[in-house]
């Protein structure tokens, strides 16, 4: 029996579901019939691949929220089959746009971008190693495909995708999933956010210092992590996940829950689209271990022991950028830098990060407060501002992981990072003159009067990863 069926305008296709096999959706374009069997039993098959099942999500005995849904304001709770069938058009969509990629003249009258459009993405795409990337325009301009764009001209531009020879159609789904695995009902941890971290992630491979030493294994890896490091964030931290005794908390045993979580799907995405099957075992299983290892290291409450070990690598003046683990290290302490990068944009991008990231701070805390459990350090947003929530990650996060670096990497970039952290910290204080003063005081706030100002952007920080 057929329950949903939509005709294209001017009758050019229809879409089928057919309620008897809920595995499949029957596409007609243009005469021809497309069966896209199996793409909506992908999340079990996936699931189950990574060890637990769909429906133990929301585990809390008393919340019983669904992840997906805690940022969702159009969406209703049981809007999954609407998201996957988004998903058939999203990856529809990107084929039929995917011209823009291979500059390919435009042939196909499916088209979704304007035209005008896909000419400013490309025209941005030149600029894509500029530090003023306006990732939210491009991500505009790309109908809302960033990532997949994004990533796609990287690969491509650093000659990887002839390199080790990957199949341009696994690599476009595998670009299109790992996409559409971020929750864009996430203010902040979305794909936007992934697309902006891989962004600052090119910028700092072309460093001098990375650009002469860095194999194309390594390349690839950092921009496959930059891409995977959120992936599927749920627009909550751990401590949440710890405290509502959510499935991904005992799984991964209250340690690294969500960057195990993002790992973990994104070697669940490659294995799915057998990227790397033309590859030998031995080297796949090793991207997935690496892969594993980087995104790990974006694990905000192990901000502390990356950074010393870092600065003792300095002090020595030991790091040999010819050894692997060297290599390797550095590669950990970039993507560490791109995910916190945000204070370190020109002002009128910064600016917006920070709003984003606050709101999803805040919608944590609300959620909290509704269910009457402990309100998470920033999350309350009767107690902190933007400015005070900035001031204090700024300070304690940003500011003496980025001087590590510009010590390591010593070049304009580094410095035009600090500069705008600088006056993007200034401009948050003028706003917020005693959020500003009780940080470098380090006076607390009413509940966490043991805790350290320090230890109290850490502990939230994992949001920022
Ligand atoms: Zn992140």
Redesign the pocket.
Known sequence: MILFRWIFSKRRGAISYDSSDQTALYIRMLGACVIFKQLFSRDVRVRSQVGFEPDRRGSHPYLGVDFRTLHSRAESAGSIPARRIRRLFSFQRHLLSSRLLRGAPHLNPLHILDEDYCGQAKCMLEKVGSWNFDIFLFDRLTNGNSLVFLTFNLLNQYGLIELFQLDMVKLRRFLVLVQEDYHNQNPY?NAV??AD?TQAMHCYLREPKLAQSLTSFDILLGLLAAAT??LD?PGVNQPFLIKTNHYLAALYRNTSVLENHHWRSAVGLLRETELFSNLPAEDSLSIERQLGSLILA?DISRQNEYLSRFRTHLDEDDLCLGNASHRHFVLQMALKCA??CNPCRPWELSKQWSEKVTEEFFHQGDIEKKYKLEISPLCDSEANTIASVQIGFMTYVVEPLFAEWARFSDTRLSQTMLGHLGLNKASWSAMEPEASGSSEEGESEPGHATDEPSSRVLSQGSQ??
Request: net charge negative; proline share 0%.
């Open positions: 941890h956010h992934a971290v490091h959120d964030h974006t995910d916190i920022e990863s």
